[in-house]
Nanobody, 114 residues
Framework: QVQLVESGGGLVQPGGSLRLSCAASGIAFNHYRMAWYRQAPGKQRDLVASITSSGSTNYVDSVKGRFLISRDNTENTVLLQMKSLKPEDTAVYYC????????WGKGTLVTVSS
């Protein structure tokens, strides 16, 4: 059974930092492109950052320089380190695994507010 379990969300003040973690099981993790998406209330789900099996990364322009995606193929985890958070970063953040199939986690809520 494939599982992607996100953790690390919460309430943070503008300018603060959070680290999201996604633990994957049931897949050949090292083959998968891993990514974080987010969905704000009333909006579509959008790609935030991705990391290929070889470690190449990609970021949406709005988070470049503030977010860092990384992966640990021995622990089957992918991290999203977020700093200088802004209210517009508020969303449910979803972990995604893409290779032969496409898998999603259930999401973790990040709220940036004073």
């Amino acid at each position: 059974q494939v599982q992607l379990v996100e953790s690390g969300g919460g309430l943070v003040q503008p300018g603060g930092s959070l680290r999201l973690s996604c633990a994957a099981s049931g897949i050949a993790f090292n083959h998968y492109r891993m990514a974080w998406y987010r969905q704000a209330p009333g909006k579509q789900r959008d790609l935030v950052a991705s990391i290929t099996s070889s470690g190449s990364t990609n970021y949406v322009d709005s988070v470049k320089g503030r977010f860092l995606i990384s992966r640990d193929n021995t622990e089957n985890t992918v991290l999203l380190q977020m700093k200088s958070l802004k209210p517009e970063d508020t969303a449910v953040y979803y972990c995604n695994a893409l290779y032969s199939r496409n898998y999603w986690g259930k999401g973790t809520l990040v709220t940036v507010s004073s």
